[in-house]
């Protein structure tokens, strides 16, 4: 894409269009990163190997089957999702809504910073037995994050093009070694509190609910329909690749955390090198994102460089309250309030504004669609805390509940007119 055009209000040109696979690619890349490996690791250890790998499956598929919908919205409209979200909930509403997907990408910055650092100071323990203080090396990762965002996130991407895939074979080799390894003893039960599979499916959905919701920032740029359709294979593919092969190196070593797995192995140093890069590209892009998202919120815009400042000083303050000591139950939340927003616009693109989006009929306010995502909400907030639920999985009540209260708003409203 252009290094200089963001396309935040307007639709894609044909010169900045790219192929799926480079999509797919990035996707991937999202996936390879220590938030997700972490979680793998504890799926494992809370719920056992093969229930892990059954919650992988459907939540895998759970997330493709959206991601194709939302993808082909991104190819066919050439906008971006903030201007996606304008149609159904208006200008105002959408603000409200970019918002929290801000706070929720302010979240994954920290719980992923907070990991980085934990690995640094563990690396640097086991590798010349220096402590260093955790908080200090939050402070100090968080600045080169921002510093590298501001300055140098074109140079990332390309340097997570190279780092991906070493990083990919790398997880595969360590899974060889330890499937050789006889005097590693599998594990189902740490520490840990346990988790059923229905909780471990919860958490998956809601560890990459946001990229269906965001996949059109992605595929606006893909050339045609069939690459779009190809650019998903890396959550396909690449997000339970990553899962499973750290599910399997926590059943065999009884650690979630990769950096201990790697000492089992004498690989500490190769492996926080790729790791380290792979998570430092992945949060760059996260404060990037959240920079970005921000900037919507006002009609003035806002400095890319002060917006992306005050974006890291808000998740270093999170990083250093221990927030991914709540990975889960943010993980949880996101299950809860994003589904209806996808299901919202996928209705109002396919159904409502029948694949026609004109930028000149946009409302203030979308109360139609704001009614249905509370409600959508609500229902699986009473599903969660098991007072009522509809399907028995708490994000497909919010996915249903919010798509059709929006479609029956809109036919209701239609019919009277």
Request: proline share 2%.
């Amino acid at each position: 894409m252009s290094d200089k055009v963001q396309y935040t209000n307007s639709k894609v040109q044909s010169e900045d269009y790219t192929s799926g696979w480079k999509v797919a690619l990035i996707l991937t890349g999202l996936g390879v990163s220590l938030p997700m490996l972490y979680l793998g690791s504890e799926m494992a250890l809370t719920m056992g190997l093969q229930n892990a790998i059954i919650a992988f499956c459907v939540s895998t598929v759970i997330l493709t089957v959206l991601c194709l919908v939302t993808t082909l919205i991104g190819t066919r409209s050439r906008l971006s999702t903030y201007m996606i979200l304008r149609f159904p909930f208006g200008r105002q509403g959408a603000k409200l809504i970019n918002f929290l997907m801000g706070i929720s990408l302010l979240g994954w910055f920290a719980v992923a910073l907070e990991l980085l650092s934990d690995s640094i100071s563990k690396t640097v323990l086991v590798t010349l037995g220096i402590d260093l203080p955790l908080s200090l090396i939050i402070i100090v990762g968080s600045i080169f994050i921002t510093l590298t965002t501001i300055y140098g996130i074109r140079t990332l991407e390309k340097l997570a093009n190279i780092a991906v895939p070493i990083f990919m074979v790398f997880l595969v080799y360590v899974v060889y070694i330890a499937m050789g390894d006889d005097q590693l003893i599998s594990t189902t039960s740490t520490s840990l509190p346990t988790m059923t599979l229905d909780q471990g499916i919860s958490a998956l959905v809601g560890s990459s609910i946001l990229v269906p919701v965001l996949m059109a920032d992605f595929s606006r740029y893909i050339y045609n329909d069939k690459q779009s359709m190809l650019s998903v294979l890396g959550i396909t593919i690449g997000t339970p690749v990553v899962w499973i092969i750290a599910a399997i190196l926590a059943d065999k070593t009884g650690e979630v955390d990769i950096i201990l797995i790697m000492n089992k192995f004498e690989l500490v140093l190769p492996a926080f090198i790729l790791i380290f890069v792979s998570t430092w590209v992945t949060n760059a892009s996260n404060l990037y994102s959240i920079s970005l998202t921000l900037s919507t919120l006002t009609d003035e815009g806002g400095s890319y460089t002060k917006l992306s400042i005050i974006a890291g000083i808000l998740g270093t303050a999170l990083a250093l309250t221990g927030f991914s000591d709540y990975f889960i139950d943010f993980l949880n939340v996101l299950a809860v309030f994003s589904p209806a927003i996808a299901a919202i616009y996928i209705i109002d693109f396919f159904l409502i504004k029948k694949q026609n989006y004109e930028l000149k009929n946009i409302e203030e306010w979308g109360i139609k669609a704001l009614v249905s995502w509370v409600v959508g909400s609500l229902f699986a907030t009473l599903a969660y805390y098991e007072v009522f639920n509809i399907t028995g999985a708490y994000y497909v009540d919010a996915f249903i509940v919010g798509g059709i209260l929006y479609w029956v708003l809109n036919r209701g409203f239609a019919n009277h007119a």
